[in-house]
């Protein structure tokens, strides 16, 4: 069964150093979710991508987070400097045209030191 | 302002008894509800949606449009439910899902 890969599970990382977070989406999904959750509360949108292009941005904190999926595929997901209350889970998702149904990905577990 | 509330935080319950997790919601136009669950060490995956009108795992879930409220329910609980679960709507066209903060199911043997 197709899956969204995520990696790395973990990263801990010392504040004001760079982190990516990379996400595969499930093939032929063009819509792709990154999401933030922090611990206790539910997922929250950063950034949403259709194809190649961003739909919505509107939360993510562009001083410091960036995301790209340049060919339409992949996604990677940048935050530099990391900032302690970074940490967090951040998901990825993938949905289709036809289905409305988002799938997840395992999560990166981000903690800032 | 779309908003979504899950009133409690945690529930627990004995197997076997009847088990209802709210969910109100606060969205413009006619969004589509979702229920998602994550098991312990599971990724977040989708439980059921009202569109389809289904039953998963014995759970339903009835979208209330006057009272906005899109609850979920089973009426005998298993351990096996333990988990957490999160009210999710969506408006329309290919708009992201919005989460509530989860309600954590304890089912107790």
């Known amino acids: 069964e197709a899956e969204v890969a995520q990696s790395p599970r973990y990263k801990i990382t010392e504040k004001s150093q760079a982190v990516a977070f990379w996400c595969d989406p499930i093939?032929?999904?063009?819509?792709l979710y990154w999401y933030r959750q922090i611990l206790g509360q539910g997922p929250e949108l950063l950034v949403q991508?259709?194809?190649?292009?961003?739909?919505?941005d509107s939360q993510l904190p562009k001083d410091r987070f960036s995301a790209e999926r340049l060919k339409g595929v992949d996604s990677t997901l940048k935050i530099q400097p990391a900032e302690l209350g970074d940490s967090a889970m951040y998901l990825c998702?993938?949905?289709?045209?036809?289905?409305?149904?988002?799938?997840f990905g395992q999560g990166t577990r981000l903690t800032v030191v | 302002a779309q908003r979504v509330t899950q009133p409690e935080k945690l529930l627990s319950v004995f197997k076997g008894a009847p088990v209802e997790l709210k969910c109100n919601y606060s969205?413009?136009?006619?969004?589509?509800l979702f229920w998602y669950v994550q098991y312990s060490r599971q990724r977040l995956q989708l439980l059921l949606r009202?569109?389809s009108r289904e039953s998963i795992k014995g759970f339903t879930a009835d979208l209330n449009k006057g009272e906005t409220s899109f609850h979920l329910k089973k009426p005998f609980a298993q351990e096996e439910d333990s988990a957490m679960y999160y009210c999710?709507?969506?408006?329309?066209?290919?708009?992201?899902?919005?989460f509530g903060k989860g309600t954590r199911l304890s089912v107790i043997a």
């Open positions: 093939s032929g999904h063009a819509t």
């Open positions: 991508f259709q194809d190649e292009s961003v739909v919505d």
């Open positions: 998702a993938s949905s289709s045209i036809q289905n409305t149904e988002a799938f």
């Open positions: 999710a709507p969506r408006g329309s066209g290919n708009t992201p899902l919005v």
């Open positions: 969205y413009s136009g006619s969004p589509e």
């Open positions: 009202h569109i």
